[in-house]
């Protein structure tokens, strides 16, 4: 074959024979596709399989596992597979490659209820680790604050205006715009229905209610645990798997108080900073709107809008938003912590920060409209 690859056949009543000979690299990858696929198509009833590898003159990766396909394929038919003229030089990749995969992947279990049970038993651990770490997180959180309480001078301020700019300023503009279009869409969907019933006026109370009570804060929140929680675990989750945050330990710091605490103040102020941003720009949009769209005058809208709200529905939007900061912050930075050595950890975790995050975001805002409700705001 002009100095490349072959493998020869001989057969002698129940055994088989193949000759390898020549270069077994993967430069000759087409060639030795084909001619180890030849052998695997063959029908063999050998109970005897002899591979002869000596007169190989070179064996890198590639050939060796061509060679081990070779003898899984021809074991399959419960032939007597041996291995000849292997020189020491490449008996070693052979074993490793003999070891990939040895074992057949097991099967996969069928669905039952006992399996079905079993995993909603591990669901719900999960959901228990989940409140234990947060739980645990928030103890240490409350400690370090304590401890910067003590000691001012440890307080760590460049760090908390950095992160303020990371949360805050630099999200102002995708904030402002997502909740203007909001905005916009409230108002518009409102004026075509109460239109029907000829109560477009109605839509400012509508709106005004919304932003400033329930939507200007969720909507906020959940922007933020998109973009900045999730940046937070990656952050936490990269130094991690660097060994930074064990390093910082090994000095006498206490990584709670250097990088969470810092983020977590940056996320209390920064969030009710957007929430008003938010509501200013929601209210913009739906005025915009309300006068383009509905023929409601821009006078008559802010007229409208001061009677249709007081300071309690501005007061309760704010309120919520320090609350929804931290829980955002801490669940981001326990993923963060809990990220392994992998990229694929880190992955995970950043997926489970933001999901998590979100969620209890809206479980709050639950808890919170139950609470005023109850006490008649």
């Known amino acids: 074959m002009n100095g490349g690859p072959a493998l020869e056949r001989m057969t002698q009543g129940d055994a088989l024979a193949l000759y390898a000979s020549g270069p077994w690299t993967a430069r000759y990858a087409p060639d030795l596709e084909v001619l180890v696929g030849d052998i695997e198509k063959m029908n063999s009833q050998s109970k005897r399989v002899l591979i002869d590898v000596s007169k190989v003159a070179k064996l890198d990766t590639f050939g060796a596992w061509l060679i081990e396909r070779l003898s899984r394929s021809l074991a399959l038919t419960g032939a007597e597979l041996r291995i000849a003229g292997l020189s020491a030089n490449y008996s070693t990749l052979v074993d490793e490659v003999r070891r990939v995969k040895e074992t057949p992947p097991p099967d996969r279990e069928p669905v039952t209820v006992k399996a079905t049970l079993e995993r909603i038993g591990r669901s719900v651990a999960q959901i228990g680790d989940t409140l234990i770490g947060i739980i645990d997180m928030t103890g240490a959180l409350l400690f370090a604050l304590w401890t910067v309480v003590r000691h001012p001078t440890r307080f760590r301020l460049t760090s908390v205006v950095h992160h303020l700019e990371q949360v805050c300023w630099r999200a102002v503009p995708i904030v402002v715009l997502i909740t203007f279009l ?196």
């Open 182 to 377: 909001i905005g916009c869409i409230i108002a518009q969907q409102g004026l075509f229905h109460f239109r029907r019933f000829g109560a477009d006026v109605f839509v400012v109370d509508m709106l005004g209610v919304l932003v400033l009570r329930e939507i200007g804060v969720l909507l906020v929140a959940i922007m933020v645990a998109g973009r900045s929680g999730s940046a937070y675990t990656a952050e936490l989750g990269s130094m991690k798997m660097r060994e930074e945050i064990d390093a910082l330990r090994t000095m006498g710091f206490d990584p709670i108080e250097v990088l969470v605490l810092p983020r977590i103040i940056a996320l209390v102020i920064g969030l009710p900073a957007l929430t008003f941003l938010g509501a200013m720009a929601a209210l913009y949009g739906g005025g915009l709107v309300a006068w383009l769209y509905g023929g409601v005058e821009p006078e008559a809208f802010l007229l409208r809008l001061r009677d249709a709200i007081s300071i309690d529905h501005f007061m309760i939007g704010m309120v919520k938003a320090p609350f929804m900061a931290i829980v955002i912050g801490i669940v981001a930075c326990v993923e963060g912590m809990l990220v392994r050595g992998s990229a694929e950890s880190l992955g995970q975790h950043t997926t489970a920060s933001v999901v998590k995050g979100i969620f209890f975001v809206i479980v709050m805002d639950g808890i919170f409209a139950i609470f005023f409700a109850s006490i008649g705001k």
